[in-house]
């Protein structure tokens, strides 16, 4: 069993920044794939970011390629997302997803179904 519990959310001023986090539980954190997705109201939920169990490879949405950084520390069982340059349109309920399964190709990162573990979420809005 894998709990996760988002961080850092709130609100924040157009070209800002903010950093979320999530904390892990569980002894298997470095075998996980993570990921960030983020859900608006009426949307369906969709793929911001992963990286690989190591840290080594990131994978990012074409929307926030060179404005979110992902980024994980194996030893604090925990993953960050660094968003700069924030717009309205960031504007969601951001998500921590783990996945225990293994991933047999990049595919597999950007899938909503890859991942067994959710966080609650956490707000992000980008409002002058």
């Known amino acids: 069993q894998v709990e996760l519990v988002e961080s850092g959310g709130g609100l924040v001023q157009p070209g800002g920044s903010l950093t979320l986090s999530c904390a892990a539980s569980?002894?298997?954190?470095?075998?996980?794939?993570m990921a960030w997705f983020r859900q608006t109201s009426g949307k369906e939920r969709e793929f911001v970011a992963a990286i690989n169990w190591s840290g080594s490879t990131p994978y990012y949405a074409d929307s926030v390629k060179g404005q979110f950084t992902i980024s994980r520390d194996n030893a604090k069982n925990t993953l960050d997302l660094q968003m700069n340059s924030l717009k309205p349109e960031d504007t969601a309920v951001y998500y921590c997803?783990?996945?225990?399964?293994?991933?047999?190709?990049?595919?597999?990162?950007?899938?909503?179904?890859?991942?067994?573990?959710w966080g609650q979420g956490t707000q992000v809005t980008v409002s002058s």
């Open positions: 997803a783990a996945s225990t399964r293994a991933f047999y190709d990049k595919t597999y990162y950007y899938a909503r179904t890859s991942y067994n573990y």
């Open positions: 569980g002894r298997q954190f470095s075998n996980y794939a």
